[in-house]
């Protein structure tokens, strides 16, 4: 069986994924088969991201980093409808449930699905109270997908393709705060625009909003309030923007027409190809088509970009791209046999051989 995997991945090389666990990972298969049959009879469904139903906001908003295996029961069609994230604390007052149910049941009468963690306060809330009124809902759980699909709560609203909800953990998985925390960027990543109802200064709810602000994947709104104790206007001082209190003032479809800055060519990443051909040339060639593009082609697109006049360090490409180090090693290593690049030393970086100057030596 060794032979077979070395000759079936020959030329893998990875510190954290080594030959020796692929082959035992695949000696799981039969425990995996009886484990889908399981989730299957549940009404549960897998999806990868070469699925056609796979949301692309994943792919655009989080590239690479976009899960690989989503686990889910209800209306996948929903995952790509985006919406408003609903997001707040557990432990929120009865005034602030009060107001995520009805901002639920608002976006439910103006169309909008919410998009929200269900987890009880705030996100609970805000997910019934847009079920009630017969809208859409989006539910990204961190923990016990399977047994919240199985009960009573959301069977109606599941059998009237009203609601999906999906997690990239193990379905039967118990409460786990590390994945409490991680879930939050996939909520925000599958809406159109996001609104804090509650927060603490600590947290799940205050690292997802500053995560949002940090990336810029939505516009991101925060329910005024007087308390002093809690999050919201720290958050509204870090660049996000009040909503009225009185639910009746809050324009909803005003949270989602704000002005987006539109990245520049040098601002592009290898996530949406398609706008690397409005704007790259290579060898006096325009790309007419995407598929004219391998994505060694679009790698040297970018680099030509990036270091024509300033050369880069590995660490400044690989953020700049959103490729995995191993990947760009790769690519970096034929480029200078291609002589596309130099690699300078001192510390370790490329610089792009323009065309007229011959080649140069590495």
């Known amino acids: 069986m060794t032979g077979r995997f070395d000759e079936l991945l020959n030329g893998w090389s990875d510190k954290t994924i080594t030959l020796e666990r692929i082959e035992g990972l695949m000696y799981r298969g039969s425990a995996l088969a009886l484990a889908l049959e399981k989730w ?16 692309t906001r994943f792919k655009q908003r989080l590239g690479i980093d976009s899960p690989a295996v989503v686990f889910g029961c209800g209306n996948r069609a929903l995952l790509n409808s985006g919406g408003l994230a609903v997001i707040g604390s557990r432990n929120a007052t009865e005034e602030d449930l009060a107001y995520s149910r009805d ?13 929200s963690g269900g987890a009880r306060g705030v996100d609970e809330a805000s997910m019934l109270g847009a079920l009630e009124k017969e809208g859409t809902v989006i539910g990204v759980l961190a923990d016990s997908l399977m047994k919240t699909c199985s009960g009573v709560k959301y069977r109606r609203h ?43 200064t600590r947290g799940g709810t205050w690292s997802g909003a500053m995560e949002n602000l940090k990336k810029q994947w939505v516009p991101l709104w925060v329910k005024r309030t007087n ?32 002005d987006r800055k539109e990245k520049s060519p040098q601002q592009m990443t290898l996530t949406k190809p398609d706008q690397f051909v409005q704007v790259v040339k290579e060898d006096a060639k325009t790309y007419s088509s995407v598929m004219d593009i391998g994505f060694y082609d679009l790698f ?17 490409l690989a953020e700049a ?35 007229q100057q011959g080649a140069l030596s590495v």
């Open 40 to 55: 299957f009879r549940a009404g549960l469904w897998v999806m990868t991201r070469s699925d056609p139903d796979y949301p």
């Open 103 to 115: 901002l639920g049941a608002l976006a439910a009468n103006t169309g909008y699905s919410v998009v």
């Open 158 to 200: 599941l059998m009237a393709n009203n609601l999906v909800l999906i997690s990239t953990f193990y379905p039967e998985a118990g409460f786990n705060v590390g994945h409490a925390m991680q879930r939050n960027k996939y909520i925000y990543c599958l809406s159109d625009a996001a609104l804090v109802v509650h927060s603490g």
């Open 227 to 258: 308390e002093k104790r809690i999050g919201n206007a720290a958050i509204v001082r870090t660049g996000a923007t009040w909503v009225p209190k009185n639910i009746g003032n809050v324009d909803l479809n005003a949270l989602f027409t704000t």
């Open 300 to 316: 040297l697109s970018k680099a030509q970009i990036l270091c024509k006049d300033v050369s880069k360090t590995p660490d400044e």
């Open 321 to 355: 791209l959103q490729v995995h180090k191993t990947q760009l090693n790769i690519w970096l290593k034929r480029a200078t046999d291609d002589q596309k690049l130099k690699k300078l030393f001192r510390p370790v970086r490329y610089q792009w051989v323009n065309s």
